[in-house]
């Protein structure tokens, strides 16, 4: 059973550049998550995904960061303009009662 | 919001020492998880727990679910240099709802 793919591995840019992360979940997953995960800490959720409608995106910073899942499998983070302090892993992960994460995207932003 | 804690932070051991790190709440979860993160990689599933007093075991690990649902440990037998790794533990408070994870362990094992 192939896992969960993202990709890029690693992004380097600039503050107020736009930037968007790419993921394929575990087939017949249909719930979808994506983390941030700073240096040193435990990933923390953005948004959860049911299919293709949102379940919980209430710590999602709205006002730079978008995602969706228009046909309830892949799914894009958007991040418009980068700040600084976003620079951390983003990890994708799929599950049915169990979590399973991709290697995560590493974003750099200078 | 659902909290998580583990302890100890870090934890530095010499290979072929014990050790237990802990994961705790205040709140019951339906399932717990543990998982171990790699430099660079995404954090891999050990194991799910998800009955209270439920113990599994993996071959050097260990895990426990407490009683009450609240909290869960890890113990490592003999650990070894591979077993390095930032441990995280996650739990999900009903099914389907999102995971709540903990800040994780850092455990290295010296040769």
């Known amino acids: 059973e192939a896992g969960v793919a993202q990709s890029p591995r690693y992004k380097i840019i600039e503050k107020r550049q736009s930037v968007a992360f790419w993921c394929n979940p575990i087939s017949g997953h249909a719930t979808l998550y994506w983390y941030q995960q700073i240096l040193g800490q435990g990933p923390k959720l953005l948004i959860q995904?049911?299919?293709?409608?949102?379940?919980?995106d209430s710590q999602l910073p709205k006002d730079r960061f978008s995602a969706e899942r228009l046909k309830g499998v892949d799914s894009t983070l958007k991040i418009q303009p980068a700040k600084l302090e976003d620079s951390a892993v983003y990890l994708c992960?799929?599950?049915?009662?169990?979590?399973?994460f991709g290697q995560g995207t590493r974003l750099t932003v200078v | 919001t659902q909290l998580l804690e583990q302890s100890p932070q870090f934890l530095s051991i010499q290979e072929g020492e014990n050790l237990t790190v802990y994961c705790n709440s205040s709140?019951?979860?339906?399932?717990l998880q543990w998982y171990r993160q790699e430099p660079g990689e995404g954090p891999v599933l050990l194991v799910t727990v998800v009955t209270g007093g439920e113990v599994k075991k993996l071959k050097r690990l260990t895990f426990q679910f407490g009683d009450a649902r609240k909290d869960s440990s890890l113990h490592i037998t003999a650990a070894q240099p591979g077993d390095t790794g930032l441990y995280l533990c996650a739990g999900a408070p009903y099914y389907g709802q999102n995971f709540v994870f903990g800040p994780g362990t850092r455990l290295s094992v010296l040769p």
């Open positions: 992960a799929s599950s049915r009662l169990e979590a399973f």
């Open positions: 709140s019951v979860f339906s399932s």
């Open positions: 995904f049911q299919n293709n409608g949102v379940v919980d």
